[in-house]
């Protein structure tokens, strides 16, 4: 009997632990395909959302372009001298999205950033978003949680009582 009890807590930690996880982390590579150039798409960010530990990879002959983070003014005037917050330059760079807010990335090479080789992302606090239909109340969305873990608790000990 002590097993089974153990066995019930065992699958009811384990369906708690699947219904409460966080959301993955997504890594978008910039530019798609094309990569952090020249043929850098303008409209790369169309229809992306970036969330609080998403993370950004650059991808980028190392001897042709750079990663340099700067301040919104920076980024509009292509500002490449001084104010940097970050610079990369090793070709495969993977910037971690670790707040919400703006975050202005360009290329310091040259004319590149008034070419286009600029990039701006807007990270979002998932966690912070209000959902789009709001429970009715805590208490209901508590309860139907409550249920969800106990119906696969209940599954996963039935199936363990059959072998």
């Known amino acids: 009997m002590a097993s089974r009890q153990v066995l019930l807590l065992a699958a009811a930690a384990i369906a708690a632990a699947f219904l409460l996880a966080p959301a993955s982390a997504e890594v978008f590579t910039v530019g798609d395909a094309a990569g952090w150039t020249l043929k850098y798409p303008a409209t790369w960010t169309d229809g992306k959302t970036f969330v609080i530990g998403d993370s ?3 991808m980028y002959p190392a001897d042709k372009h750079t ?3 700067v301040g ?3 980024f509009r005037a292509c500002n490449v001298t001084g104010n940097a917050l970050s610079t990369w330059n090793s070709g495969s760079d993977t910037v971690t999205l ?3 807010g703006r975050r202005w990335f360009i290329c310091s090479v040259g004319p590149h950033c ?3 080789m600029k990039l701006l992302v807007t990270v979002v606090d998932a966690a912070a978003q209000a959902p789009a239909t709001p429970p ?3 208490a209901s ?3 139907g949680a409550v249920s969800q873990a106990m119906a696969a608790a209940g599954a996963v000990a039935a199936a363990a009582l059959m072998f």
């Open 56 to 58: 950004l990879m650059f």
């Open 67 to 69: 990663v340099m983070e």
């Open 72 to 74: 919104g003014a920076d």
């Open 98 to 100: 670790d707040k919400a």
């Open 114 to 116: 008034s070419l286009g």
């Open 136 to 138: 009715s109340s805590s």
């Open 141 to 143: 969305f508590l309860s």
